[in-house]
């Protein structure tokens, strides 16, 4: 009996000073994780839907933070953002072909939602 209790406050003393894992360490893995994927996402938007043509910024600015509005069709089945008008043409142009590659590739959400994107006229 001494013999197991000696055992027990071995382990008690050893696994009491040592965390499981870092909470600091781990929260910053997280993040880094997900400004990875981030980046990531962003650049392949950029390659597919402005066929690199476009700064990162610009597309940032221009496009990701541009407002509209967003149009519930079908019974919910389907979501259509309108994308206000640009400024300049050169955005315009570009912004509605970056619509058309991505209404092109019928992407659904999780839920089977189907999403649209169009410019307004």
Same mark, same amino acid.
């Given at each position: 009996? /001494? #013999?197991?209790?000696?055992?027990?406050? =071995?382990?008690?003393?050893?696994?009491? $000073?040592?965390? &499981?894992?870092?909470?600091?360490?781990?929260?910053? +893995?997280?993040?880094? *994780? &997900?400004?990875?994927? +981030?980046?990531? $996402? %962003?650049?392949?938007?950029?390659?597919?839907?402005?066929?690199?043509?476009?700064?990162?910024?610009?597309?940032?600015?221009?496009?990701? *933070? +541009?407002?509209?509005?967003?149009? @519930?069709?079908?019974?919910? =089945?389907? &979501?259509?953002?309108?994308?206000? =008008?640009?400024?300049?043409?050169?955005?315009?142009? =570009?912004?509605? /072909?970056?619509?058309? @590659? &991505?209404?092109?590739?019928?992407?659904?959400?999780?839920?089977? @939602?189907? %999403?649209? @994107?169009?410019?307004? #006229?």
């Amino acid at each position: 009996m /001494k #013999r197991n209790r000696e055992e027990v406050a =071995k382990w008690r003393r050893e696994l009491e $000073s040592t965390p &499981f894992y870092e909470l600091d360490t781990e929260m910053d +893995h997280i993040m880094t *994780n &997900f400004k990875i994927l +981030h980046e990531n $996402s %962003l650049l392949y938007a950029k390659k597919v839907f402005f066929e690199g043509k476009l700064g990162m910024e610009m597309m940032l600015r221009q496009f990701i *933070n +541009h407002y509209g509005d967003l149009e @519930i069709l079908d019974g919910g =089945k389907r &979501f259509r953002f309108k994308l206000n =008008k640009f400024d300049g043409t050169g955005m315009t142009k =570009k912004a509605v /072909k970056a619509c058309e @590659i &991505f209404n092109e590739k019928k992407i659904k959400t999780a839920d089977g @939602i189907l %999403l649209e @994107i169009v410019v307004k #006229r």
